[in-house]
């Protein structure tokens, strides 16, 4: 993975320092808060409901296990003992003490992390898939490109006040396990016929009050290109994007308002007007940063035989364990949805104990999924059993990953002063509903969202079935959403009806699973089946 | 108040008043021109060897159209003053250096030992601007 130089150290700590000298003027008195709260937010601290929510980059996924180990450090220091493992793949802890904030990100500095653009109108920490570097599908690793676009894209001085924020997906798989087209910018790599490697570029997608799956702006952008690409997308926004209403200034408002076409036809014009200044970074930069994500050193000869005669185990390879790219080799799934437990968080206990399987068994190398979940990415498949023995004693070794039991969901109105309605306790009567019925592997694929308001950070709008919070004159009320996906084969999920109270939202997830048991066909998804057979057999059993 | 504009030139502060972008447009002979925000830079192109002074409005500090707008004016090669004027904040400043401003009429005193501090704290730059600022990949291979 790739490690600072002193280029890297130097930037990150001007801005701890950067951000002490803010922090003391504003407890001085000399910023208003009105002044002071973009700043804190390009540094991911939020003021939420209790205290302060600060939220710390995990760029593109990637981190070591000196890096979590300090974000456990983090968790008993600073905060309760714990942290939340959030959709955009970074880590948020919900009870900061502004006065401790510069101090956190010096110790984060420490690991070459930090919490820089994590909020606020910003560029954000770039997503990326969470297989990079072992999945049998990708066409190269797409990091390098993700660590350039990082430094680029690092206090960039003409969009740092930009109309919203900005969130890049990066991806080099068909299978897209990053949403790239519910994002600002989505990106794949791709080769053309020449055998050259460049990027499909996919612009105006997101989620939000207003979803839109992203329109492919550039079929085939050469990847040499890429940052003065971005930039030049990033300028037509920033410059014709309305500024008079803050729910109208995403980029997808831009491009659906001024059409898809024209939207492409200014951008191209744009990145012709700054491709002779343009600020493309060399190839050699490129391999340089490249070098850093070479392969780790497989073994070779390996056997791909993995005992199955422990039935619990059995049962945990074939639901959280992908294919690795490398014979021997496995991909390891860390579901964070405990039966019952709170979607994403986990103790300083666990953090510590999974840096450890990282360092041992994982070269040294873990992930966070926007599904909230980590990543062993290169376990021997000889070591499996010793994994799961030592996930399982952490209560880490839930076999449900992209099962009905693994929600996503938002903080909601338990910690985030946006929110309508909860969220982390529908998740849970959900689980257990399932639980109770005992038909969660029967149900199979089965991807639930929950979001406790229209911002949408729970992706309901990208759920097989979605529920999203409202608040219905004082009350809350929980709408249902069916046929979104963030995959591939992107959608976004259409409201049934009427929304329903907390306990009829359950029974109706429920009665939406036995509609689907009840049509599926052969090898169909939940996903398939509501697409062949369309709403209305549910709209049946939920109002009929 | 001339005396509350911080400039980062060595030439004599223009004297004469700004106009409108579409004044400038009617009547070309002027040689300073105001940019409000939402206005197209790019209209000034074609006009920039004669004139002195361009000064972009920010109306909030959040609004951050006027750095593009500084950006294209450098990218086009344009070599006088480009001042930023209205709410214009102290930890704003090295943005709008960077993007091509060289001085400042912020409409609240800017306290200069912040603004020196700011100015000065970061050694090294991710990405090329309209400054003399070499990024560090450049100078990772010499």
Redesign the interface.
Known sequence: MYRYDHFDQAIVDARVDEFRDQTARRLAGAMTEDQFKPLRLKNGLYLQLHAYMLRVAIPYGTLNSRQMRMLGHIARKYDRGYGHFTTRQNIQYNWIKLQDAPDILADLATVEMHAIQTSGESIRNLSSDQYAGAAADEICDPRPWAELVRQATTFHPEFSYLPRKFKIAVTASPEDRVAIRLHDIGLRLVQNDAGELGFEVYIGGGMGRTPFVAPLIRPFLPADNLFSYIEAALRVWNRWARRDNIHKQRIKILVHDMGEEEFRRQVEEEWEAILPNASDVERKELERIAAHFAPPPFETGLSDEIDRSDPDFALWVDQNVAAHKAPGYAIVNISLKPVPGIPGDATADQIDLIADLAEQYSFDDLRTTHAQNLVLPHVRKADLYAVWQKLSAAGLAEPNLDLATDIIACPGLDYCSLANARSIPIAQKIQARFIERGNVNELGELKIKISGCINACGHHHAGHIGILGVDRKGTENYQLLLGGSGAEDASLAKITGPGFDEDGIVDAVEKTTDVYLRERREGERFLDTYRRIGVEPFKEVLYG | MAEDIIRFRDDPPHEEPVVSVDAFLDQTNATAVRIE??E?ARLLVPYLDRLALIEIDFPR?????G???A?ILR?AGYKGEIRASGDV?V??M???R??GFDSFAPDAPI?RA?LD??LN?????????ADDAV???K???G
């Open positions: 925000a939402g197209d500090f959040r609004d951050g159209r750095y593009s707008s950006r990218e904040l930890d704003q090295l943005f709008m960077r993007c306290d912040v501090a700011a704290r970061y050694d090294y730059v991710y990405q090329g601007a990024p560090v990949w100078l990772r291979h």
